[in-house]
């Protein structure tokens, strides 16, 4: 099933990137992007929108509180976002270098890093 992944800027500042949910105006499924300086430049973290109370990407925010959608981002972005809500490891194609078939897929714990 293909999803509409979105990555949107909020009205209190955050940034976003959610499920998009057309007949109910809302996006679900709601992680948190955060920009992480490194000595190496700049991380950016995917987090549930809830974390710290919340371990797991769930929640829904409505449409009346988006005040921007980004058209473009990276591919891997999205790749990231829906290996942490799925638990799975997901690959490019000819790509099989991230393919994890011993252990739970990169999503588990619904964390991980991008970097920039």
């Not at 920009?35 to 829904?60: A, H, S």
């Not at 058209?71 to 990231?80: D, L, R």
């Not at 991230?98 to 991008?114: E, F, K, P, R, S």
Request: hydrophobic share 40%.
């Amino acid at each position: 099933m293909a999803y509409d992944i979105r990555l949107a800027k909020l009205i209190n500042g955050d940034t976003v990137l959610g499920k998009w949910n057309e007949e109910e105006q809302k996006i679900v499924d709601v992680a948190v992007i955060q920009t992480v300086p490194t000595q190496q430049g700049v991380q950016m973290v995917l987090l549930p929108f809830g974390y710290p109370f919340e371990n797991e990407i769930k929640g829904e925010i409505k449409a009346a509180h988006v005040i921007y959608f980004v058209e473009k981002f990276p591919e891997e972005i999205k790749t990231k976002y829906l290996e942490a809500t799925s638990n799975l490891t997901l690959s490019t194609p000819g790509d099989l270098r991230g393919l994890n078939l011993t252990g739970a897929g990169a999503g588990a714990g619904g964390l991980g890093l991008i970097k920039k």
